[in-house]
């Protein structure tokens, strides 16, 4: 089992910076057990979304066309530590990001999941 914890969430004004991080713990690091990791935000009314992910090794990102160019996602395997950079946020970027993980050895559907933690910008 895999535990996510996330934070840095915040109250930001439009053209802002923050950052995001997501701790794992429990089954996190062993030769089995490597997970892909992603962020997903939920805003109030609308579906869940996909934001960014990122394989266990760090050498393949992927972003959603909205965030491409603002947001940078990292991790930090020794700290089992995910982080979502978040520059230049726009009001449409408000919602609940959600950290997740899936074994990387693809063809897995998200199996663990975080409270989330709220992002709020103002204009």
């Known amino acids: 089992q895999v535990q996510l914890i996330e934070s840095g969430g915040g109250l930001v004004q439009a053209g802002g910076s923050l950052r995001l991080s997501c701790a794992a713990s429990?089954?996190?690091?062993?030769?089995?057990?490597?997970?892909?990791m992603g962020w997903f935000r939920q805003a109030p009314g609308k579906e869940r979304e996909f934001v960014a992910r990122i394989s266990w090794g760090g050498g393949r990102t992927d972003y959603a066309g909205s965030v491409k160019g603002r947001f940078t996602i990292s991790r930090d395997n020794a700290k089992n530590t995910v982080y979502l950079q978040m520059n230049s946020l726009k009001p449409e970027d408000t919602a609940v990001y959600l950290c997740?993980?899936?074994?990387?050895?693809?063809?897995?559907?998200?199996?663990?999941w975080g409270r989330g933690t709220q992002v709020t910008v103002s204009s």
């Open positions: 429990g089954r996190t690091s062993s030769t089995s057990s490597r997970y892909e």
């Open positions: 997740a993980a899936r074994p990387d050895s693809g063809g897995y559907s998200w199996i663990y």
